[in-house]
C-alpha cells in the first residue's frame, strides 16, 4: 500500500507540473531527475533515494508501457506485470512477460515455471485467483495487466484447486437459483389464486403498490432481488459471493428507465455496496471503476434527497436515518483519495466520517429504553437515528410505524376477499379462475372491464400517455424502492398455483433473503466502517508530520 500511495503522489505532483518523464531531457540527462527530485522532497514526505527510485520506476514503466501498448495493437502479444516471490535464485520482485491472451491461465502458469523456475504456484489478479482451465481474456486479464505469482505447497495447491472449483461451482450455483427464484416470482402478477399463491410487486417504503409497465416491474424485481440476496451475504461478509450478486443487479438496473434510476436511491445503495466489495477484497485495480460508481451514487442522492436533504424531509419527515449512507460514501471518497495521494482531501473526508459517526453510534441506554417497551433491536436503532436520539420521538415514530404496517396489513386482506369474490363473479358467468384473475389484474379490479376483456378476447393496456403519468406520479412519491411480500406468512401451495417442487423449494429460498423491515438496508452496526476508518486515519497519521500535499 505504502508503495502504492508514495508513486500515487508521486504521479500527481508530476501532472500538476505539466512533467513528462518519458521526454527529453529527463531520457538522457539523470542529472534532471536528480533536480527533479530534490523538488519534490521538500512537498513530500519521503527521502531524496526513494523519490528518485520513483521516479525512475515511473519513467521507465511509461515508456515500456507505450512500446507494449504498440506492440499489443499490432500483434496482439500483451506484456503483463508479474510480482514473484523472492528466492535465493531470483531476487527480482517484479518482472513482465509477453504472452497472447486467449491461452489458459494453466498454459500461462506453465510458461512462467519453465522462464523463472517456480512448480507449485497461484496466480492472482485483483485479489482473485485465476481458474486455470479458462482463457486469460475471459478473467478480465488485459495488457499491462498486474498479477502475483504466489508460491504454494504441492499438496496445498492441490488443494486450493479443488476448494476453487467447489466454491466456484457453489457461488455459480447461488446466482442461478437466486435469479431462477425471482424471475418465478417476477412472473407472477396476482392473477393466480389470490390467497394461496405468493407473488412480489413493487412498492413504496409503506407498502402501497405501484403500477409500472411489465417488462420493466419484471427487471425491477430482478435488479432488487439480486440487491438484497448480496446485501444478505455482505453481513456475513461474504464479500465475493456479495460481488457477484451485486454485479447482477447492476446490470438488471440499467435494464430499466433511467428517469426512474435517477429518482429512486436504490441505484445509489447499490453503487455503494459493490465499491464496498471492492475494497474488502483490496481490489485496487477497481479505482477507476469505483470512483465513477461513487460519483453516480453521490449524484442520485442529490437528486433524490435534495438540497440540505429536504426532499426527503418533506417526504419523511426525518433524515437521521439516511446519514449511514453518507458515512460510508465519505468513507469510501477517503480511501480512493488516499491511493490517488490526495491526502488533503482524504484527511477532509475522514473528518467527515468521523463527524457522523459521534452522531450515528447511539446511547446503549437509550437503546435498552425502547427495546424495554417491546420495540426489537432493529427497530430502536432506525428509530433512535431517525430521530437523532431523541428517545421520545423515537417511541412515537415505530408506534406510528406499526400502525401503518397493520392497517396496510388489513387493507390489503381486504383487497384480496374482494379480488377472490369478483373471481368467482367472473367464474360464475362461465371463464376461467385463472382467466377471470389474469383479466382482472390487467384491468386494476374493474369487473365490469374485466368481463369485456374477456368477451372480446383481447388484453386491456394502458395508453402511453397513462403509463407516462402513472410513472411521473410514483417518481414523486417515491425515495426507496421496496419489494413487498403479499401474504408473506403464507406457504407456497403446490396443489393450488400447479408449482413444482423446485419451483417451491427456489422461491421460499429468495424469499427468506427479503428484509421485514424496509428500512433494513439503514440498518448498519458500522462496525465494519469503523474498522476501515482506523486503517486509513493510520495510513495518513504516518504522514501527519510531512508537510500538506497539494490537492
Excluded at 512500446?67 to 514473484?84: I, R
Aim: glycine share 4%; net charge negative.
Amino acid at each position: 500500500m505504502e508503495e502504492k500511495h508514495m508513486q500515487s503522489v508521486l504521479i500527481a505532483l508530476l501532472r500538476q507540473d505539466h512533467v513528462q518523464l518519458w521526454t527529453e531531457p529527463f531520457i538522457s540527462d539523470q542529472q534532471k531527475i536528480r533536480e527533479l527530485a530534490q523538488k519534490y522532497v521538500s512537498a513530500t514526505e519521503f527521502s531524496l533515494e526513494e523519490v528518485i527510485f520513483t521516479l525512475e520506476s515511473i519513467r521507465a514503466d511509461t515508456s515500456r508501457k507505450d512500446e507494449g501498448n504498440k506492440q499489443f495493437k499490432e500483434t496482439a502479444v500483451a506484456s503483463l506485470e508479474l510480482h514473484l516471490p523472492r528466492t535465493a535464485e531470483n531476487n527480482r520482485s517484479r518482472v513482465h512477460l509477453k504472452t497472447k491472451l486467449d491461452i489458459t491461465a494453466q498454459e500461462l502458469k506453465k510458461q512462467i515455471s519453465e522462464e523463472y523456475g517456480f512448480t507449485h504456484f497461484n496466480l492472482i489478479l485483483s485479489g482473485k485467483k485465476l481458474a486455470l482451465g479458462r482463457r486469460l481474456d475471459e478473467q478480465n486479464v488485459k495488457n499491462n495487466s498486474k498479477m502475483m505469482v504466489l508460491k504454494v505447497s504441492s499438496q496445498q495447491e492441490k488443494s486450493e484447486m479443488l476448494e476453487e472449483e467447489e466454491k466456484k461451482r457453489r457461488q455459480d450455483e447461488g446466482v442461478q437459483r437466486t435469479q431462477k427464484g425471482f424471475q418465478i416470482l417476477s412472473e407472477r402478477d396476482g392473477s393466480e389464486d389470490p390467497v394461496s399463491t405468493p407473488f412480489l410487486e413493487i412498492a413504496d417504503q409503506k407498502g402501497n403498490p405501484l403500477q409500472i409497465p411489465d417488462s420493466e416491474r419484471k427487471a425491477l424485481i430482478l435488479a432488487m432481488g439480486f440487491h438484497e440476496k448480496g446485501r444478505a451475504l455482505l453481513k456475513k461478509r461474504n464479500h465475493s459471493a456479495a460481488l457477484c450478486h451485486l454485479l447482477q443487479a447492476d446490470e438488471q438496473f440499467n435494464k430499466c428507465n433511467s428517469a426512474l434510476l435517477k429518482t429512486v436511491d436504490n441505484y445509489a445503495v447499490l453503487q455503494l455496496d459493490v465499491v464496498w466489495c471492492f475494497q474488502a477484497l483490496q481490489q485496487l485495480d477497481c479505482l477507476n471503476d469505483a470512483r465513477q460508481r461513487l460519483e453516480r451514487a453521490e449524484e442520485c442522492f442529490k437528486r433524490c434527497y435534495g438540497e440540505q436533504q429536504s426532499r426527503l424531509q418533506q417526504i419523511k419527515g426525518h433524515t437521521g436515518g439516511e446519514d449511514v449512507l453518507f458515512l460510508r460514501l465519505y468513507l469510501l471518497q477517503s480511501l480512493l483519495a488516499y491511493h490517488d495521494g490526495k491526502k488533503n482531501q482524504a484527511f477532509n473526508k475522514l473528518r467527515n466520517v468521523e463527524e457522523l459517526l459521534g452522531q450515528l453510534c447511539l446511547d446503549p441506554e437509550k437503546m435498552l429504553q425502547l427495546m424495554t417497551l417491546g420495540f426489537s433491536e432493529q427497530e430502536a436503532r432506525l428509530g433512535l437515528r431517525a430521530c437523532r436520539g431523541d428517545v421520545e420521538a423515537a417511541e412515537r415514530l415505530i408506534s406510528q410505524r406499526k400502525k401503518e404496517k397493520k392497517e396496510l396489513k388489513e387493507r390489503e386482506r381486504e383487497k384480496r376477499r374482494c379480488r377472490l369474490q369478483d373471481i368467482n363473479t367472473l367464474v360464475e358467468l362461465g371463464f376461467s379462475k385463472r382467466d377471470a384473475a389474469r383479466a382482472l389484474h390487467q384491468t386494476r379490479g374493474d369487473v365490469d372491464k374485466a368481463y369485456t376483456v374477456l368477451l372480446d378476447g383481447a388484453e386491456a393496456q394502458s395508453s402511453d400517455g397513462q403509463t407516462k403519468l402513472d410513472q411521473c406520479e410514483m417518481m414523486l412519491m417515491l425515495m426507496m424502492l421496496c419489494v413487498f411480500i403479499h401474504d408473506s406468512n403464507v406457504v407456497c401451495v403446490c396443489a393450488a398455483s400447479a408449482w413444482s417442487r423446485l419451483d417451491e423449494d427456489l422461491v421460499n429460498e429468495v424469499l427468506e433473503d427479503i428484509p421485514r423491515h424496509e428500512e433494513d438496508y439503514l440498518d448498519l452496526t458500522l462496525d465494519e466502517e469503523k474498522e476501515l476508518l482506523l486503517q486509513i486515519r493510520s495510513s495518513l497519521e504516518k504522514q501527519s508530520s510531512s508537510p500538506p500535499d497539494r490537492s
